[in-house]
């Protein structure tokens, strides 16, 4: 066991109030100037053309089970209510959840919702810049859903925080990983995680 994780109950709580003021998606009308956009354009690829839908997975990246914290819960679902804002319309499916490794030393919060979205590049603009505290933001590889990708790291109570998150035509949403170690891949698990969420329509 990692030290300083042998209270992970009693952190992860206090680490939960502390994300409120790092991950806020709300008041998204403000452009993104933090924003590195020299490989945006290798980063990106085309849309899925057929409408999507968000789903719960039973665990996060076949392992992680939904989390027992209420106030990890709570923050998902802030985090999908301001995902809310950025469509251009209502949403046709949403999904709001948080996820802790078995060992409760890593956690996960996952938001998406579905709509539409004219444009994936200034969505996920207004997205960061309702971020300001995430450092280092720049596109990563959105997976084999398509759309745009970027990933951001911050700071909160002394755990680190990464942030991905992804918009294309159909749907915009973030994961958030809580204390990954170092030897842990946030683009990569970011990859993994949303090829868990979004479905196409049928």
Request: proline share 7%; net charge positive; with cysteine.
């Amino acid at each position: 066991m990692r030290a300083g994780h042998t209270n992970a109950g009693p952190r992860r709580a206090s680490v939960a109030l502390a994300l409120a003021g790092l991950l806020v998606a709300s008041g998204c009308s403000q452009p993104a100037d933090n924003v590195e956009r020299k490989t945006e354009a290798r980063s990106a690829s085309p849309s899925p053309t057929a409408a999507m839908r968000l789903e719960k997975p039973e665990k996060l990246l076949s392992s992680w089970p939904e989390s027992k914290s209420q106030k990890l819960r709570e923050q998902a679902q802030q985090n999908m209510g301001g995902l809310k804002e950025l469509l251009d319309g209502e949403p046709t499916s949403a999904v709001a959840a948080a996820y802790t490794t078995a060992d409760e030393q890593y956690s996960a919060l996952v938001s998406g919702v579905s709509g539409k979205i004219t444009d994936p590049k200034v969505t996920l603009d207004r997205l960061f810049a309702t971020l300001p505290r995430l450092s280092g933001v720049k596109p990563t590889r959105p997976g084999p859903m398509g759309g745009d990708a970027r990933c951001g790291k911050g700071e909160t109570q002394g755990v680190n925080v990464e942030v991905c998150a992804w918009a294309d035509h159909h749907s915009v949403g973030m994961v958030a990983f809580l204390d990954l170690p170092s030897t842990g891949s946030a683009a990569s698990m970011f990859v993994r995680a949303r090829s868990q969420l979004e479905r196409p329509t049928t």
